[in-house]
């Protein structure tokens, strides 16, 4: 089923500035195929829920593998029934 | 102090479409004076932190008054005292 | 690799009394072998990364095949390397 | 009008491990005299939604005179029309 979300990453004990790590989440779920728009608080993204979630557990695990101490993940998901749940859907 | 935060709010109880009140609750933040940006997930807003916490509850109060029934509102808040927090400086 | 979570999971649309669709999906987090710690705002889980977004899935999944329409589902992830996260680690 | 909200304060910069911060932040919830309930996400509390926005405030002003650098602040805020709503009531 399709879904949007909304993902923020946080790095924490990586320094006051986390703009590195951000940005390689990001790039991450750019790359993973999802659709993907960048705002101030985190990476609006849409496409299949399970390839969402697929992304966030590789966000994890490649920042992880790559020295970042602890991460603390906020995410919004949204689905639904009646019609297919897009981004641009949810502007006005 | 200064702050930006992200500002989503979700009428429960109002119905499968909310955009009614999604974009009411944006456009009261907007009538507040602080510096909004919409996207898909909320209203990422900067500004003194106080006005923003006044602009938060307004929202409440003002669409409580308009008949929503009940609102779950969720709220991302930033600041930092190395230097001033702004939504430009959150983009990359 | 371990995770905790917490799984706040909103129906929209489906009146102003959630409560039926909030404990279905605190159940099925439960069900899932995840450890769950209820409060008054989500439901706290504890297990493998993996695990948890598999049982996120299940929930929507499960609960647009029982009939609500839509799902607003707020998702907090932590993870680090230096030591295995846990629920009761994160007390004081 | 009453309010029912989860408040959780990262400190971002301030080291992998967090918990004298947000033992502060919660501390200072509860010396607010909002009813509070700590769990592993945050601190839920109840009261008056000025008090609950103003108590916030201070937890920001007083962590930053304190010397923590940077903070990101996650808070859900409910509020309802058709009853009180307590945090007691969000639970079953």
Chains 1, 2, 3, 4 share one sequence.
């Not at 949007?4 to 006051?16: L, R, Y």
């Amino acid at each position: 089923m399709k879904a949007t979300a909304e993902i923020q990453v946080i790095p924490i004990g990586a320094g006051v500035s986390v703009r590195t790590h951000v940005k390689r989440a990001h790039q991450l779920l750019a790359d993973s195929g999802l659709q993907v728009a960048l705002h101030a608080f985190g990476t609006n993204v849409e496409g299949e829920l399970a390839d969402i979630l697929e992304a966030v557990r590789r966000v994890h695990e490649t920042l992880h593998a790559e020295g970042v101490i602890r991460l603390a993940t906020a995410i919004k998901l949204g689905t639904r029934t009646d019609k297919e749940p897009t981004l641009a859907g949810k502007l006005f």
